[in-house]
């Protein structure tokens, strides 16, 4: 045996030693929090401390159960769970020894399946409410259908166009590519508003506040957001929802974090800033992505890693009991009626394109009719 391997051998057994009751010792420069985790300069807008480990980081754990069915039994003494895994059938029905299967309890464990936020659909909460209050709205006749009526029930048309707005913000967010966490309509608390998006990614946590103010005026300027002239909550709201991000990630990782807020605006007109710098980064969806690309390292690849495996989990945002959420019927539904609403708004055009053409068609002939009735009572008959 050569050097090296005589050095391997030394190394590895002193990692392995043991107490006098052979009890296994974990190696103590082995910690999961060893070793820089950040690349790059600490943004203002973000803030942590500790490190990761030298091994490479696995975050896959949390997605989803292993292939094949396994018993964990986890021991303080050991730095990983000793996993050993269960022979299965061809039937698919465990082998395993009654001992072993009273020994598990009945959904419990590390891999006992919670839904993940990753599977939470864009404007799921907006979306849910657009659909409850278009339920009661009285369904149009053929003549009503016909002319292009608005389907839409009046207390739901502001909750339709803000889904249309998060949805248009979550194409974009789709675009950042795999470096990057999105997670949609994040539950926070009890019967709180959702967070409509939170982003984790290279340069930073971002938690984004989306506002359909399709072709008005944005004006911003220190805490103040004008629409069109009027004053709106909106750089309050979004600071607070970031510090609450912030609180919760930080008390489930144990380390400070800071969550920057921004805020989207839906296709404005425009947007024009004060003098004062704004309180809270507000930008067009259509300059989003290029913004948060724009953005300066932060975070190395398995530091968003491990923030984006706690961020996922529904317990690090609420304490509510464990609830499927089926977004595809939600979006299913949605769709439906956007269809509709669409294709009313196509023939209201057509009838308004109608009626437009006829006037011009029709005005000179009625200019000329109203001429020459003036004239026949202008011209004095002859005696």
């Known amino acids: 045996m050569d050097n090296r391997d005589a050095g391997g051998t030394q190394r590895t057994a002193t990692a392995l030693k043991t107490d006098t009751s052979g009890t296994f010792s974990p190696p103590v420069d082995e910690s999961p929090f060893s070793g820089p985790i950040t690349t790059g300069p600490i943004h203002p807008g973000f803030s942590l401390s500790g490190a990761f480990g030298s091994e490479p980081f696995d975050a896959s754990a949390h997605l989803a159960a292993p292939a094949v069915e396994t018993r964990v039994d986890f021991d303080p003494l050991l730095v990983k769970p000793d996993t050993t895994a269960i022979p299965t059938t ?3 029905a465990s082998a395993a020894p009654s ?11 590390p891999w006992s399946i919670e839904p993940n936020l990753r599977a939470r659909g864009p404007a799921y909460a907006v979306l849910q409410e657009c659909l409850v209050r278009q339920e009661s709205a009285t369904a149009r006749g053929r003549l009503a259908r016909a002319l292009g009526n608005n389907p839409l029930h009046p207390d739901a048309r502001s909750w339709y166009s803000g889904a249309l707005g998060e949805i248009v913000v979550a194409n974009a967010l789709a675009q950042l590519g795999e470096a990057w966490t999105v997670l949609h309509s994040v539950p926070v608390g009890s019967g709180a508003p959702d967070i409509d998006h939170v982003v984790l990614g290279p340069a930073g946590i971002f938690t984004i506040t989306t506002h359909n103010h399709s072709g008005k005026k944005i004006w911003i300027g220190g805490s103040t957001f004008l629409v069109n ?3 709106q909550e ?3 709201t979004s600071a607070h929802e970031a510090e609450r991000a912030a609180r919760l990630l930080s008390s489930v990782t144990g380390r400070p974090v800071t969550v920057t807020p921004l805020i989207v605006v839906v296709n404005p007109a425009s947007i024009a800033t004060g003098r004062k710098r704004p309180r809270v980064a507000v930008v067009s969806s259509n300059t989003l992505l290029r913004w948060l690309l724009k953005r ?9 890693a491990h923030f984006s495996m706690f961020a996922e989990e529904r317990s690090t945002w609420q304490q509510e ?3 499927v959420d089926d977004t595809s019927d939600q979006l299913a539904r949605f769709e439906l009626l956007r269809l509709e609403v669409d294709a009313a708004r196509q023939r209201s055009r057509l009838w308004l394109l109608t009626l437009g053409v006829a006037a011009i068609l029709i005005t000179p002939v009625a200019i000329a009719e109203i001429v020459r009735l003036v004239l026949s009572f202008m011209v004095v008959p002859a005696v």
Do not use: D, L, Q, T
């Open 229 to 231: 002239g009027y004053k």
């Open 234 to 236: 909106h750089m309050r």
């Open 321 to 323: 009991p464990v609830a």
């Open 99 to 109: 001992s072993a299967a009273s020994s598990i309890p009945a959904e419990s464990g």
């Open 296 to 304: 300066p390292r932060v975070m190395s690849e398995r530091a968003v």
């Open 90 to 92: 061809a039937a698919g």
